[in-house]
C-alpha cells in the first residue's frame, strides 16, 4: 500500500486508524451480519452508532443539552440558504462579515432570500479582496443592534485567513459560525454560539453532511412556512431521522470522535499549531516564499503561499506531486500553494514538505 500525503483542502485526510478500523467493519459490523451502510436506521443497530456520534461530539465541544446537534445533507453551502430561511423574515435584518470566498457565498445566499421576503442584510466588514488576505478587527466590525442574528466563518480554506480570537459581537443577538475548516482544530468556546456548522469532510469525516449544533430555543424559532425539509426543528425533532441519513458518513464522523477522543483535544491542538508553525518558519526564512495572509491572521488549517513565477510554482508542485504530497495546488480562483493540514494530517507529511521546500530553494534559489 502506497499512501500519499493528502494536501487537500476536501474531502481531506481520514485518521489512518480510522480507515482501519472502518476497513474491519466494512462487510459484517460486529457481528451484525451487514456493513453500516446497509443497516436500516429504524433498526435496533444503527441508532446506537447515531447516538453515540451526538454524545461525543458534544462532549469534545462541551456543549450540553439545550443544543440540538443535527446532520443534515448539502454541506455548509445548504446551510448559507437554511439560515436565512429559517430566520430572517419579512421587515428584520441580519449582520454578515464578507472576508473570503466562503463568507461571501453566505452573504449572497442571505441577499437572495432577504430579497424575496422583504428583509435586510447588513455588511458589517468587508476586506475579501485585500492582499495580503486577513480576516476583518474588531474594530472593523460594526454589528447591529436588534438584528436576527450575526453570522461570520472563522476560517477561509481558500485565502488562508482565520480569526484566532472569536470577535466580539452585540449582546443579544444570536450568533451563528461556519466552522467548516477549522472545527475541533483549536480551543474555542462553542457556548459563545447559538449556532455553529461545518461542513464534515475537512475535519470531521467524509463528503455528504454538514454537522451542525443549535441552542433549541433558536430550533424552535425557525420558520415553520419553509418546506419541512429545511427546517431545523424537523431534523432536531426526529434526531435527524425524518428521512433516511447519510448513516455510513455519520458512522465515520463517530470514528473520528472516538480519534480526537483518544488523542486528546489539547494534545490534537498543540500538534495542529506546531505543524503549521514549521511551514510558515520557512516561509519567513527568506525571501523565495511568499506567504498571502497576514501573520496574525495565518490559518493554521490551510497554509497559503507564492512563488516569484508561475512557472515556479509548477515546477514545485510537479516536484512535489512525484515525490507523494498531492494537492499542493492553491485554488483555482487564486492560484499559488496551498498546504491544507487538518486534524488528521500527519507530522511525517509536513516534515516531508518542510524538507522538500528547502531543497527545492537551496536548487532554484
Known sequence: MARVYNFSAGPATLPLEVLQEAQQDMIDYRGCGMAVMEMSHRGKDYPVIHDQAIADFKE?????DDYD???IQGGGSMQFAMIPMNFLNAG?????TNQGTWSGKAYKEALKVAALRGATVNLVADCAKDIPTRMPSQEELKWNAGVKYAHFCTNETISGAQFKTMPATLPGVPVIGDMSSDILSCERDY???DMFYAGAQKNLGPAGMAVVAIRKELTEKGNAQIPVMLQYRTHAKENSMFNTPPTYSIYL???VMKWIKKMGKENLFKLNAEKAKKIYDVID???FWRGTAKREYRSDMNVTFRL????LEKKFLDEAKALGMSSLKGHRSVGGIRATIYNAFPMEGVDALV?????FEAKNG
Request: net charge negative; glycine share 10%.
Open 60 to 64: 469534545l465541544t462541551g456543549i450540553g
Open 69 to 71: 446537534v443535527l446532520f
Open 92 to 96: 428584520e435584518s441580519a449582520d454578515y
Open 191 to 193: 457556548t459563545k454560539f
Open 253 to 255: 464522523f463517530g470514528l
Open 285 to 287: 526564512s527568506s525571501d
Open 308 to 311: 516569484a513565477t508561475e512557472e
Open 355 to 359: 524538507n522538500f521546500m528547502k531543497e
